[in-house]
C-alpha cells in the first residue's frame, strides 16, 4: 500500500534521541526545546518560538494568551481540520465559519467582513493544505476592525505569500508538528510570536500558569502543554531537512500535474492551484473529483485502495458536524469542495515511478 505520508527519518534524528535518553533530559527541561525554538522562529522568521505538546494546545494556548474568553467570536475557516474551531470552543468562543474560496479552497477573504460583529475578536486563516491565504485582505480587515489574527500554519511550513514564508504576520501563528506534516516531532506544536510580553505569557501559560519568580505559585490559570526533549531532539534533527521536503513535494506535485494534464482539460478533475500569488508547498497533492467524471468520491477512495493506494477524503465542513450546526448560513463553496476533494499520497520518498503507476490508476478509474 502507497500511504498518503509517511515520516521521513535518517541518523540525525537517532542521534539526538540517544543524547537526550544519554543525558536523562527526557522532559521539557534539555537543550533541544529551546534550540528547536530558536532554529524553528528563524526559519519562518518570527522573533521568539513557543514549543507545545501538538498543535491543537498551540493554538489553545495563543487564544488563551490573546485572552479569548466567554462570548467572543472567532473568524475560521468553514473547510478545515476540526483542531482549528474546537480551541476556540475551549475558551467559550464561538467559531464563525467562513466559506471557502472557490479557486484556492482556503478561507474567502472577501466573505470574512459580513461575519464580523462587535464580539468578534480574532480571525484564523488556515493555509489550507499547504496553499497559504491571500493575507493583505485578512490583515487589512483585522487592522481596520481591530481583530487579532492567528495564522494556523499546520499545513503549510515554508509555503509562501508574495514571496514571503507565512506563519510570520499574525499576532501569534501556530505549526503542528504531528506524523503526517512536514516536519514531524511525532506529536509536536509551536507558537510563534514577535511580541515580547505574548511570548513570556506564553511560556507561563504553558507550565501551568506558574510564576518564573516563585516556584508552586500560580498567578493564573495554566496547562502543562509544554513539549519534551525527546520530541524537539527529532525537531532539530527534521529541521535540517525541511527545504528538501518541500522541494519534494513540489517536485511530486509538478508530476501530478503533468500526468493529470489531459484529465483536467477535459473537465474530469480540477487540480491543487496554486495562485500566481502564492508559493504552495502541496501538503497533500490534492484533486477535486468532477461531477464529469462517472465515479464519485467515496467510491473513487474505496477503488484506490483496491489497487493499493491510500487516500483521504476532504476534512468535512465544520458548520455540518454536530457541535458546530448551529451555524445555519449557506456555505456553498466549503461544502462542495468537501464532497469532491481527495488527499494523493505526497510523501518525499515517493519516486516517479510510483507517481506514474497512481496516475495511470486514477486515468483507468476516472475514464471507466
Ligand atoms: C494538524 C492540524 C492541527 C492540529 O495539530 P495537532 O498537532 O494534530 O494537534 C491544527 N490545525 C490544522 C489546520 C491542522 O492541519
Redesign the pocket.
Known sequence: MIPVAEPVFDDDELKNLVEAIKTGWISSKGKFVKEFEVNFAKYIGAKYGVATM??????HLALRALDIKTGDEIIVPDL??I??ANTVTYCNAKPIPVDSHPEYWCLDPYKIEERITTKTKAIIP???YGHPCDMDIIMELAERYNLFVIE?A??AHGAKYKGNIVGALGDIN?F???A??IITTG???MCLTDSVELYEKMKILRDHGMNPQKRYWHDFLGFNYRMTNLQAAVGVAQLKKIDKFIEKKRLIAKWYKEGFQELEEQGYITLHPELSWAMNIF?MYSILINDKAKIRRDHFIEKLKGKGIDSRPFFYPIHVLPMYEFNTNKLKNAEDISSRGVNLPTSPILEKNQIDFIVKTIKELINT
Do not use: I, Q, R, Y
Not at 501538538?54 to 493554538?59: I, P, Q, R, S
Open positions: 501538538n498543535g491543537t494546545a498551540a493554538l478545515c481540520f483542531a482549528t488556515v493555509h489550507l494556523d499546520a499545513e501556530c503542528s508538528f504531528f503526517n506534516k506529536e509536536g506544536g501538503w
